[in-house]
């Protein structure tokens, strides 16, 4: 008799999907998406996805649970912003006994309490956010066994941690996250016996973390109280303004014990305490294979009280000479440390302009023949760097965070090429090879007509022929200007409408990016073109404010239509006066005293470029732009518009021919004498892309513009600098124009979003590994005022050239009450 035995009951996993124009009525499927994450929250269950499409959001709560085999997942798509609370507790994202579950790529910028928060469960791996400007932590975890804490950025916590693990909960990993900003600690692990459980902390893991300028009310870079068993390894930790590592017992039921602190990169700023503190008992600690580094004349590298000498032992660091073995009191040189303790006999004295490729740029790579670059020993070494590079020589490994002492040089121009080979036989290969090119040849055609590549396609070619294949030798500078035409009333939206587009740059710019820093410690700049024919007093003095807090300038953008020559010269002439007189706007130039401003035209259309002659209607504009004070023009490129010239990536001065399209042709900048009555343009890249591909065959344009479905990162930048704007008497200096219309909240999603911020840091990235590339953020008016340096053979530097010719105004406002809207006549 055969019995059969009944199945076992499986249910089908679901992946669902949340938009900002969704309905939580409906199934959340790609085609009927969910409006709220918290509706997703009530309804996932173990081994369930969500997957968030941009737009801003308020977070949720989540009491379900995942298995480890079947984990709960949300991921958000770049440009997911939570902004507001969810509605059970202050938090942005909470996991409130939700154990296994996975949450990934979220942006949380402003949140009461905690960015994300997860108590009493296990498993929860938070990988990949962005949290700024949290009410007290931007991670918090309480009794959160095996918590996985990766790849996060957390900066600005107002009042308290950038990290906060807590509370008796064992094997907590701190992964490669990036920590600044944050009032208190950066990373900080409490145990906290009063809270429950053991109150001891074992098997944390903090590795490969990047923290940087915390602590400013106090509170260690990485603060361990009641841990032990534990390794904080491969770290940077630099400008902190209390003690880098700290390693004692407050809250915690034991002190610590039994900790490895090895292959740490610590620089103590001089208003900072220890780069490394022991204390209330902590026994049994290994140091080894560290940079500790300070700056102050006051505070030292080590400190170690009197009740945490047991089983230390210390040796192998790179250090500074200055050590205390009684918590602090004490100040002894690194020789009579080693008589009073017997501690580092194998330790060196190092400064950081001695051991690193550049401390003055934050470059802690170990300089070539650094003195630590063979000097740690093979005892507790890390398998892996802070970049997850293995030791050249393991037998005697690098001291510090980074293994790689010679920076690789990424690859700025360019791309690598992969190799394939053929499976079919060479008949097979001609027949597919021709089906393929006479498929791609009626396909370029059209592209070729349809997106107006005929006029500067065959430029582009013969620029690709002449331009090298090859990197250049020699140090890159990079000078970045964002041409922003900025309409707050794009869309025909109100006046409310419009403001809420202003404030939030004014409160999201400066917290994203106010601590990035070029290689000339210049924040991001950001030139704001805004609309004549739009004039609003309030908008401007918002804007006006915001430029004076020296994170951008303003400039003139124009949209006009069937427009005269004297009307044109009429506006501008008024409109600029204004800005400067009342606003404190625009440029200044150096010699005579004008005002002097830059321009972009309005739907492409400068000089009545449009076939149609719409948008414009002014032949003379050239010359309308230049006598009325214009600097230079940064309208193009336009591609696919039908106003894009055949003068491509280039910086020249075009002469008005009293006919549309004089810029059309041009004279090159610093190739001839300058003509004295030509306009400079300055254009951005424009280049085909080979990587993006229409239908997998034929290359999308690279017009330099950012905005939501063109975000910036590092293959984009290799385009831009690959179309090589340069002036020839310095050929280092890479002109890099790019345009955007950041009012828009689809496109504030990109630059006031996380991958703008990742192109930032990745920017940093490519200074750091490669010691010949430079990044200098500039304005309009600094880009124009470098290529007239350039053009005079400069031969200075970047940072020095700045202000080379126009001066930036950056005035008080001189009127008390809102001055009457322009009039406009047309467009």
Known sequence: MIVLEPLEARRLL??????????????????????????????????????????????????????????????????????????????????????????????????????????????????SNQIDQSGYWGILTGFSQDVDIENNIVTGSIKQHGIYVGNSADNPVIRGNTVSGNHQCGIQINSDASQGGDGIITGAVVEANIVYDNGRAGGAAINLDGVGLSTVDDNLIYDNHATGIALYRQDGAAPPADDVIVNNTVVMPADARWALSLSDGANGIFVGNNILLTQSDRRGVLSVAADSRAGLLSDHNAVSNRFSDDGGDSNLSLANWRRQTGQDANSMLATPQGLFANFARRDFHLAQHSPAESGGSPAHLPQKDIESKQPADPKHPAIGAYQQTKPRAGALLGGEASASTWALGWRGGLVIAAAGAATAAVLAAWAVRRRALGRWLGPYIAQSLRRPRRRPSGETHLLLCIADHFEPQHGHVDHEHAMVRINRWEMQYPLLFGTLRDSDGKPPRHTFFYPLEQFDPAEMAALAQFCRAGLGEVEVHLHHDRDTAENLRRRLSSYCAMLAERFGMLATHRRDGRTMYGFVHGNWALDNSRPDGRWCGVDGELDVLRQTGCYADFTLPSAPNPTQVRKINSIYYALEDGRPRSHERGTDVGAAPAPSDGLMLIQGPLLLNWRRRKWGLLPRIENACLQANQPPDIHRLDLWLKAAIRIPSRPDWFFVKLHTHGAPEANQQVLLGPAMVEFHTALAKRSMF?????????????????????????????????????????????????PAPVQSCCG
């Open 14 to 127: 679901s992946h669902y999907v949340v938009s900002t124009g969704g309905d939580d009525a409906g199934p959340g499927a790609p085609n009927a998406p969910w409006a709220t994450l918290q509706h997703a929250a009530e309804v996932v269950q173990a081994g369930d996805s969500v997957t968030v499409l941009p737009g801003h959001y308020a977070g949720f709560l989540l009491r379900t649970s995942g298995t480890a085999q079947a984990p709960i997942t949300f991921t958000a798509k770049s440009g997911v912003i939570i902004d507001s609370r969810n509605l059970a507790t202050p938090d942005g994202i909470n996991l409130e006994g939700a154990s296994f579950v996975v949450i990934e790529g979220f942006s949380l910028t402003g949140l009461p309490r905690a960015g994300i928060r997860a108590v009493q469960d296990q498993g929860v791996k938070i990988l």
């Open 770 to 818: 490669d010691p010949n590339f430079h990044y200098h953020y500039v304005t309009a008016r600094e880009m124009y005022n470098l290529v007239r340096a350039a053009e005079d053979r400069w031969t200075g530097s970047v940072d020095d050239a700045r202000d080379y010719e126009l001066l930036f105004n950056g005035r008080a406002p001189r009127w008390t009450q809102p």
